[in-house]
């Protein structure tokens, strides 16, 4: 049996003749269960790709019809298994043409790597071929717009590769028309860019080289607002420098330069010296992923020094930094300006990456190696996408000895990050986390404390001005007092006020009052309070979901475990074990000790305000997993 994801989804027969499939939902469903490549396709997942947000209430029983017609079309051979939480197709021989892309795509940046570009340029051209348009032509538009984006991209590495074999074999001119049509295709890919700018050099054409340089720095300002990266800028001085071969392109090979008998290696000249060629250019991009300042930063002075000391330590040691507090403490705000400070520590480069997804669900740590390896310029096959091992793999080898900065914001704990921690000691990386973890030391952990009111005060005024404060200090404390310590609510209370020049602060002051509706209030375009610390809940558990709804409606005075267990109609180590939990997920504080010895505990009112709106599981399912 053979099946074609590469265009239109097809499944044959070994005869060759194809099997009808009718309608976009089955060949969505055959898809998806293809490129599972024998691991489970969930219901949820089949669904997202078979009707995006909006399901039908019928949903589960027409994915069993569609998995039903497959098994009558496909025959015995193929078996489809229904298997909690979905279906998983066995297929065994069959003949995949994505797993055959991925495998002579491997194969040919291999050779390609190794210097063997004859062999790379036919394994990479026999990839290519087995594309007949369109990856997934026939699905629906959830699915394409899930998977076609990966497909699409690995055939343009596998194809940029290509076009690198056949430039190092001074096949220039036979390249450069196939170039000129995707650089108008492609307008901001820097790589193709920079391999027209070498064929049309190699063709004696130095004007246009130069020509496709600046309209591609034209480009990419207007486009994107970047300056040309390291590919097109080594590309563009060598060209200025003569170091692309020039002599071998019109047939009286100068002394040392390339010719096609006797290729010299990518990015180097014949004499071996270096030349900045393409593909030496995108191997030696410098990813710069820190996102830009969070406006003008107030505040953690103290905390902010002992970071930049820490990442600009050099004694071999490694550097594993933890930034923890609760919700909305500012922990990323504080770890982008701590990274930015020190960019000039690491010079191959600072990456950022978030570890949960908007709603707050973690990401698997596979999909964060995926994203951290192209941003290397190490992109994995597709057909590695889903084993870990080898990610890993991959992402310890090509950050061996690099002097990164990697900063991972979110992590959720230990299991998340371990895979993401690059190899050797020349790199930092720099976490945050509501959790402290077991992999960073208790020295290395910046715990931020909720600011004081004269800390927030400070903070107020650097968004709405001291003088509109000092006009009514009474109502400017009562705000930061309603903002009970964390800056993500005194950064939209200023920005609020901000907003509305004419308000007074009081008029603010007085909509935060009533503790009802004190949580409504503390939100502002797309930033919400609320939201922020409903991500925390939604990670509990049964007993410290049960512990936080159930204690919410007491006052604001610490309490002891024992109390909580009186409260709760549980046993005292039952209750400790839940307050601790709250502790480190940073829904609680300790408060030191009672007169007993005993540990006691503390609300912040912002938290507790939220919990006594989440009384039971079904008034707040969204609250929990």
């Not at 490129?35 to 790709?49: K, P």
């Not at 901001?188 to 004696?204: N, W």
Request: glycine share 10%; charged share 25%.
């Amino acid at each position: 049996m053979d099946f074609r994801l590469l265009g239109p989804i097809e499944a044959k027969r070994g005869s060759g003749a194809t099997i009808p499939l009718s309608g976009s939902k089955v060949h969505t469903v055959l898809a998806a269960l293809l490129l599972s490549e024998g691991r489970v396709v969930s219901d949820a997942r089949l669904s997202a790709l078979l009707w995006g947000w909006d399901p039908p209430a019928t949903a589960s029983a027409q994915i069993y019809t569609y998995m039903s017609r497959l098994r009558k079309h496909l025959g015995p051979e193929i078996e489809i298994v229904r298997r909690q939480p979905g279906y998983v197709l066995r297929a065994p021989g069959a003949w995949i043409d994505l797993t055959e892309f991925d495998r002579l795509d491997r194969l040919g940046r291999e050779a390609l790597a190794d210097r063997r570009f004859d062999e790379a340029g036919t394994l990479l051209r026999d990839a290519l071929d087995l594309w007949r348009g369109t990856a997934l032509a026939n699905a629906t538009e959830q699915m394409i717009e899930a998977e076609l984006p990966r497909l699409e991209e690995a055939r343009m590495i596998a194809l940029e590769s290509r076009i690198e074999a056949d430039l190092a074999v001074g096949r220039h001119e036979q390249v450069t028309a196939e170039l000129t049509g995707l650089v108008a295709e492609h307008p901001v890919r820097e790589r193709l860019r920079a391999q027209l700018m070498t064929a049309l050099y190699r063709c004696g054409r130095q004007a246009d080289a130069l020509h496709t340089y600046y309209e591609g720095r034209a480009v990419l300002a207007d486009q994107l607002g970047v300056d040309p990266g390291e590919a097109l800028g080594s590309t563009y001085q060598a060209v200025l420098g003569g170091g692309l071969g020039l002599g071998a392109s019109v047939g009286s090979p100068a002394a040392g330069a390339n010719t096609p008998q006797e290729p010299a290696a990518p990015g180097r000249t014949g004499s071996g010296a270096p030349a900045a060629g393409p593909a030496v250019a995108a191997a030696r991009a410098v990813p710069a992923m820190l996102p830009a300042p969070y406006g003008e930063f107030t505040g953690r002075r103290a905390e902010l020094a002992s970071l930049r000391a820490r990442l600009s330590r050099e004694d071999g040691r490694p550097r594993r930094l933890l930034i923890t507090g609760m919700a909305g403490a500012g922990k990323t705000a504080l770890a982008v300006r701590a990274a930015q400070d020190c960019t000039a520590h690491f010079p191959d480069g600072q990456l950022f990456v978030e570890l949960c997804h908007p709603d707050g669900t973690p990401k698997e740590p596979a999909e964060v190696l995926v994203r951290l390896l192209r941003a290397l310029g190490e992109p994995p096959a597709a057909a590695a996408f889903g084993d870990l091992e080898e990610l890993v793999r991959l992402y310890r080898t090509r950050t061996s000895g690099a002097r990164l900065l990697l900063v991972l914001d979110g992590a959720v704990g230990d299991r998340q990050v371990a895979p993401l921690l690059p190899g050797g000691p020349e790199s930092a990386v720099l976490i945050t986390s509501q959790a402290r973890l077991a992999r960073v030391a208790g020295a290395d952990t910046t715990a931020l404390a909720l600011v004081d009111e004269e800390e927030g005060l400070e903070l107020l005024a650097s968004l709405v001005g001291r003088g509109r404060l000092d006009a009514d200090p009474d109502a400017a404390d009562d705000l930061v007092a309603y903002c009970a310590g964390l800056p993500l609510a005194l950064h939209v209370t200023g920005a609020r006020l901000a907003a509305r020049p004419h308000w007074p602060v009081a008029r603010l002051s007085a909509r935060l009052a009533d503790p009802a509706t004190r949580l409504a209030e503390l939100s502002y375009g797309d930033v919400s309070v609320r939201e922020a610390l409903v991500h925390s809940v939604r990670r509990l558990e049964e007993a410290e979901l049960a512990a936080l709804t159930g204690l919410a409606d007491g006052d604001a005075e610490p309490f002891c475990a024992q109390y909580a267990a009186l409260v709760l109609g549980t046993a005292e180590e039952e209750a400790e074990a839940a307050l601790d939990t709250l502790v480190d997920r940073a829904l609680l504080e300790l408060s030191g000790l009672d007169s007993q010895g005993r540990p006691l505990y503390r609300w912040n009112d912002l938290v507790r305000l939220l919990a006594a709106s989440l009384t039971t599981r079904d008034a707040f399912p969204s609250a929990v997993r």
